[in-house]
């Protein structure tokens, strides 16, 4: 089974503070890949990353960086340097080589306050 | 940048009716799905659609809904006969391969069942 937790439910930071998001993942599978999106109060869901089960490396972009930990199950989120723009609901998310479809978490929602 | 488009944005309907929800994927995207997100709660997988027939789909997909391609480039959601707990967010997504890929969504209907 799949499973994607999110622990926490809402953040609030102030500006310019690092935030972390925490993601927590269950499969069986083998080969699974690991998503973060953001949902914006606008409503839409908006891409951030992919990472697959082989590559393990953290990745940075820009303010943006996640840490992947297999030993941990856990794929975390961090902003750095947060702005108000940053507020919106993030989720995590994961797919497995059973199928397509993607298991996203509850989603943790951030309030950047100026 | 290519993205999906959803139509309408907002639909209200009453009870019992049937919609059709509307949405153009990536052009050169093979794979179609839909998710929905009941209010505050996490996104949820309906379905997918490859090669012009279901490849998956979740016990929420029950007889009441239906998936089509009617052309090259729409993707539509159909719901029968709508109950009032079918009001969500509707999204969209597609992909260019089944694996190791990530989604795009659309930025959503709301369906609104009165």
Known sequence: ?114 | EPEVTQTPSHQVTQMGQEVILRCVPISNHLYFYWYRQILGQKVEFLVSFYNNEISEKSEIFDDQFSVERPDGSNFTLKIRSTKLEDSAMYFCASSDREWDTEAFFGQGTRLTVV
């Open chain 1, 1 to 114: 089974a799949q499973k994607v937790t999110q622990a926490q439910t809402e953040i609030s930071v102030v500006e310019k503070e690092d935030v972390t998001l925490d993601c927590v993942y269950e499969t069986r599978d083998t080969t699974y890949y690991l998503f973060w999106y953001k949902q914006p109060p606008s409503g839409e869901l908006v891409f951030l990353i992919r990472r697959n089960s082989f590559d393990e490396q953290n990745e940075i972009s820009g303010r943006y960086s996640w840490n992947f930990q297999k030993s941990t199950s856990s794929f975390n989120f961090t902003i750095t340097a947060s702005q108000v723009v940053d507020s919106a609901v993030y989720f995590c998310a994961l797919s497995g080589n059973a199928g397509n479809q993607f298991y996203f978490g509850t989603g943790t929602s951030l309030t950047v306050i100026p």
